[in-house]
T-cell receptor, first 113, second 112 residues
Framework: GENVEQHPSTLSVQEGDSAVIKCTYSDSASNYFPWYKQELGKRPQLIIDIRSNVGEKKDQRIAVTLNKTAKHFSLHITETQPEDSAVYFCAARPRGGSYIPTFGRGTSLIVHP | GAVVSQHPSRVICKSGTSVKIECRSLDFQATTMFWYRQFPKQSLMLMATSNEGSKATYEQGVEKDKFLINHASLTLSTLTVTSAHPEDSSFYIC????????FGSGTQLSVL
């Protein structure tokens, strides 16, 4: 089955800096890669996603890049703000079968004002 | 995005009692819903896949007699934690697929 590795587990930045979170996946059949943001005690919220036919996608201060050959994808947050502080999860979902996504272990992002 | 409703948000119960958690897709039909368990500062652990009109598929190590799942309609799945014990205390989250995966608000279960 799919195995998703996520790094770093904790990321601390100053307000205004950029933050990058990286994930690797093992199953070359995976073709959909969402990113979720989870604030303490709340539900994970989908913030951006990318499909395997695209190399990069951007939405305001958030961007995701995908390297299919190397099987890794990254989340980039620019001009970080304190409200960006949360746990971020990457996931990879296979093309076939049950379409169940596999989640990374999460990155706790702390943005210091 | 699509809306997934989960109730209750928090429940405290005595050891030995059963607790039912409901997950509803409010504006779409979901033939498949997922139930996750999350420990503090950890990732989402998939417990089972709930299939409308058929038996749930449980992940390895998850007791099907302990965690009863019923998916009786295209908009409702329920998870019943039977004979709850303190070690069952956790944050339980459901999710449903509507082209993309959306999560319920979670249920914090505390078993005394």
């Amino acid at each position: 089955g799919e195995n998703v590795e996520q790094h770093p587990s904790t990321l601390s930045v100053q307000e205004g800096d950029s933050a990058v979170i990286k994930c690797t996946y093992s199953d070359s059949a995976s073709n959909y890669f969402p990113w979720y943001k989870q604030e303490l005690g709340k539900r994970p919220q989908l913030i951006i996603d990318i499909r395997s036919n695209v190399g990069e996608k951007k939405d305001q201060r958030i961007a995701v890049t995908l390297n299919k050959t190397a099987k890794h994808f990254s989340l980039h947050i620019t001009e970080t703000q304190p409200e960006d502080s949360a746990v971020y999860f990457c996931a990879a979902r296979p093309r076939g079968g049950s379409y169940i996504p596999t989640f990374g272990r999460g990155t706790s992002l702390i943005v210091h004002p | 995005g699509a809306v997934v409703s989960q109730h209750p948000s928090r429940v405290i119960c005595k050891s030995g009692t059963s607790v039912k958690i409901e997950c509803r897709s409010l504006d779409f039909q979901a033939t498949t819903m997922f139930w996750y368990r999350q420990f503090p500062k950890q990732s989402l652990m998939l417990m089972a896949t709930s299939n409308e009109g058929s038996k749930a598929t449980y992940e390895q190590g998850v007791e099907k007699d302990k965690f009863l799942i019923n998916h009786a309609s295209l908009t409702l799945s329920t998870l019943t934690v039977t004979s709850a014990h303190p070690e069952d205390s956790s944050f339980y989250i459901c999710s449903a697929m509507s082209e993309k995966l959306f999560f319920g608000s979670g249920t914090q279960l505390s078993v005394l």
